[in-house]
């Protein structure tokens, strides 16, 4: 019995602590602080355990289809440039605000975790400023977009130039159509 009062008392005093804590103020949310050492050891094994698991199972299909990267480099384009960066792009001033950093993934894609990116394009990661695009795109448009992340390493600037040329990216952010390159459907809002 004193044992179980023992470990009430302990479970009390660790609940109180904790919303005194919350209740403080003392954590410095802006993100422009950077975290402690601790608190970032923490959310990046919490995140890389929490997307291994859900990313168990996923199968990924072929990713080197032209016309499935050019969809993807589209995609890309509209939606994580600004963020993520591109050959000889540098992240938006955006991305560099975030706490913590997007990766750039020009340099970074790796085949062996396609099915790990893809549950993240999906579902997103809460606090991160990584959005879930699962509600608003097809499984076949996040693979389109991975199988573009995946051929990123291998672009040179000018490669990657002459795709977003070749899509007419440049010509419709210039005419303000955002929501529409050259193979899109009309309307379909990212």
Request: contains cysteine; hydrophobic residues 40%.
């Amino acid at each position: 019995m004193k044992i179980v009062l023992t470990i009430v008392a302990v479970l009390v005093v660790l609940t109180l602590a904790g919303a005194f804590f919350v209740h403080s103020g003392t954590y410095d949310v802006a993100a422009t602080s950077p975290d402690n050492g601790f608190v970032t050891s923490l959310m990046r094994r919490t995140l890389h355990e929490s997307v291994e698991r859900r990313s168990e199972g996923i199968q990924v299909p072929p990713l080197d289809d032209p016309a499935m990267i050019r969809e993807g480099l589209i995609h890309y384009y509209e939606m994580c440039a600004t963020c993520h960066g591109a050959p000889g792009i540098k992240m938006s001033p955006i991305g560099q605000g975030l706490n913590p950093a997007p990766p750039e993934l020009a340099s970074k894609a790796e085949p062996d975790e396609a099915a790990e990116w893809f549950w993240i394009v999906k579902n997103g990661i809460k606090m991160t400023g990584m959005p879930a695009f699962g509600p608003t795109h097809t499984d076949q448009e996040i693979w389109a977009i991975l199988a573009f992340v995946q051929q990123m390493p291998k672009m040179t600037p000018a490669e990657y130039q002459k795709m977003v040329d070749d899509a007419g990216l440049e010509a419709s952010m210039a005419a303000g159509s955002h929501s529409e390159g050259a193979d899109h459907e009309p309307g379909h809002e990212h």
